[in-house]
């Protein structure tokens, strides 16, 4: 079976850092694009960052853009997302999500394989 595995949520404080996990059993990671997704309260799922492996395809979006970084591990089947400089406003429940495709996809209707998500908490 496919399974992503989300986790490293928490709470902290604004201008602190974190580093998601999401670990992959079932297929090799560095045969899909992958990316973190995440879902505040009253708000719609919201594309954060995605790559695609031995591609120069990675995107973030721009509320995030030179704060967080995406990554995998090929050794430990493993993506990472990586959190600096937290605001308030990045608090939300964050998913990884997997597809078999040749490039980056920022939409989440795009993924077909999807981690159970891990809070993101924010606040002073």
């Known amino acids: 079976d496919v399974q992503l595995q989300a986790s490293g949520g928490g709470l902290v404080q604004p201008g602190d850092s974190l580093r998601l996990s999401c670990a992959a059993s079932?297929?090799?990671?560095?045969?899909?694009?992958v990316g973190w997704f995440r879902q505040a309260p009253g708000k719609e799922r919201e594309g954060v960052s995605c790559t695609r492996a031995n591609t120069n395809s990675t995107w973030y979006v721009a509320s995030v853009k030179g704060r967080f970084t995406i990554s995998s591990d090929n050794s430990k089947n493993t993506m990472y997302l990586l959190m600096n400089s937290l605001k308030p406003e990045d608090t939300a429940i964050y998913y990884c999500?997997?597809?078999?495709?040749?490039?980056?996809?920022?939409?989440?209707?795009?993924?077909?394989?999807w981690g159970q998500g891990t809070q993101v908490t924010v606040s002073s």
């Open positions: 079932g297929f090799t990671l560095d045969d899909y694009a």
């Open positions: 999500a997997a597809v078999a495709t040749a490039g980056c996809r920022r939409i989440a209707k795009n993924y077909d394989y």
